[in-house]
């Protein structure tokens, strides 16, 4: 069965920085778009960034372009999102999601359990 596990959340100060990683397995990785969203306190789920099966295609929410970086390694079937200058408002509850094929970056099939990131001094 599909599994999609997140790791690397924690405390980072204004201005830090942290790796997300997600391993995945159950199904042919390289195939598929992954994308990472999140979800804040009391709001709802939000799209953050998107990656193509073969890594060659990224794409960002405005809020985060310029700041975070998303890639994958195939041969590890792992996708990452390494975020940099994190603000306080990055705190949430960070997903990575597979996307079936044929639909939008932000439409999943599954996603992991999160792993939280909190933005705090």
């Known amino acids: 069965q599909v599994q999609l596990v997140e790791s690397g959340g924690g405390l980072a100060q204004p201005g830090g920085s942290l790796r997300l990683s997600c391993a995945a397995s159950?199904?042919?990785?390289?195939?598929?778009?992954m994308s990472w969203a999140r979800q804040a306190p009391g709001k709802g789920l939000e799209w953050v960034s998107g990656?193509?099966?073969?890594?060659?295609?990224?794409y960002y929410a405005d809020f985060v372009k310029g700041r975070f970086t998303i890639s994958r390694d195939n041969a590890k079937n792992t996708v990452y999102l390494q975020m940099n200058s994190l603000k306080p408002e990055d705190t949430a509850l960070y997903y990575c999601a597979k996307v079936p094929i044929n639909r939008a970056l932000d439409e999943y099939d599954y996603r992991g359990q999160g792993t939280q990131v909190t933005v705090s001094s």
């Open positions: 990656i193509s099966g073969a890594g060659s295609y990224t």
């Open positions: 159950g199904f042919t990785f390289s195939k598929y778009r």
